[in-house]
């Protein structure tokens, strides 16, 4: 059973760091304590474990889920905005590597995943831009690619808005964030690097709303799951279960919202009125720390992090390295 099963949090108990931030849609963290987050005044900041704030880069917008390449020297940087993919130097040097697949533009890129063999995994929300548009009116035209010697290819298809991806700790399925199904789904990982069927994760919805976004692993197989417009994290355990920890609900903004997605009318002005009056729009959860406890969230309405102390240990950045 897992130890997380009854684990909650009070608003009160939620710390708020590194001010000073912008858009920190997604956070990695470094063994060394360093942290890296999307920053739309540049292309990523870095915050080094003495605190000090380093914004690197140039790409600019909205840069959003990213990561190192194997080696450690690159990052590799979906940006949901504009529709590309970059790989960028950690001085902030960068290139355009994917702007399209099967001669048509990626669309909303969403998240870039490299795997152990050195694969390229990247999720795109929807096929259109702006991606916006793919929250007001909800459609199964997000996607995966594999990017591996062979190239580029789409290895899943027909999601309802692809979030983050991730792979469990022993890279056996790839699990995907489809926001506006507001679930988790997973797909069983083939010796080619296709996927197999997709599954749904947990409960088929996790609750009116309860749109995800962000997720990550903790050492017991749990998935700590941000859900954005209800300003709040969930936990689902390796039996299906799932319960809140903890959220910030406007229940007048979110009710409106709720109502302008299933009219296919959602506009940025009823999304935005959803922030919470401590917590706005959670968007990833990294553990981080010596002993892998300390939680971030990030986020893409507050300028600085949520932290707190989780009772497991999270997976580690490069879970899969030896």
């Known amino acids: 059973m897992s130890s997380v099963k009854d684990f909650t949090l009070d608003l009160a108990d939620l710390k708020f760091v590194h001010s000073g931030l912008a858009r920190p849609e997604n956070v990695l963290a ?19 474990p003495d605190g ?29 905005g504009n529709g590309l993919v970059y790989k960028m130097s950690r001085d902030g040097q960068h ?24 694969r390229l995994w990247i999720s795109v929300s929807s096929r259109a831009l702006p991606w916006f548009v793919a929250a007001a009116a909800p459609r199964p035209d997000g996607y995966i690619i594999l990017w591996d010697k062979q190239g ?5 298809d027909g999601l309802y808005f692809t979030n983050e991806i991730k792979f469990n700790a022993d890279e056996s399925y790839l699990y995907a964030a489809e926001t ?15 996927l197999g069927a997709m599954e749904v994760v ?16 903790d050492q017991e197989g749990n998935i ?25 609900v406007n229940a007048p903004a979110l009710a409106n919202a709720i109502e302008k997605v299933s009219q ?25 720390g010596p002993d892998l406890r300390t939680v971030y969230l990030g986020s893409l309405a507050m300028p600085h992090l949520v932290t707190f102390t989780s009772p497991v240990p999270g997976l580690p950045l490069r879970h899969w390295a030896k």
């Open 202 to 217: 947990g409960p088929d919805s996790l609750g009116e709303g309860a749109f995800v976004d962000g997720f990550a692993f």
């Open 264 to 288: 296919n009318a959602l506009t940025p002005p009823d999304m935005y009125a959803c922030v919470g009056p401590r917590v706005q729009f959670p968007s990833s959860v990294t553990f981080a």
């Open 152 to 156: 580029p290819r789409i290895v899943a």
């Open 30 to 48: 470094e063994a060394d304590g360093t942290l890296w987050m999307p920053d739309n005044r540049g292309s990523l900041t870095r915050i080094d």
């Open 224 to 248: 700590w799951v941000a859900t954005i417009i209800r300003n709040g994290l969930m936990i689902i355990t390796p039996d299906g279960d799932a319960h809140t920890v903890f959220e910030d």
């Open 95 to 118: 290139e355009v590597i994917l702007s399209e697949i099967n001669g048509q533009p990626l669309g909303a890129a969403n998240d870039v995943v490299v795997d152990s063999k050195g």
């Open 180 to 194: 506006m199904m507001s679930r988790m789904v997973r797909f069983p990982v083939l010796a080619d690097g296709s």
């Open 52 to 80: 000090a704030l380093t914004t690197i880069g140039s790409i600019g917008g909205e840069g959003n889920g990213f990561d190192l390449s194997p080696d450690g020297q690159f990052f590799y940087i979906a940006h949901l």
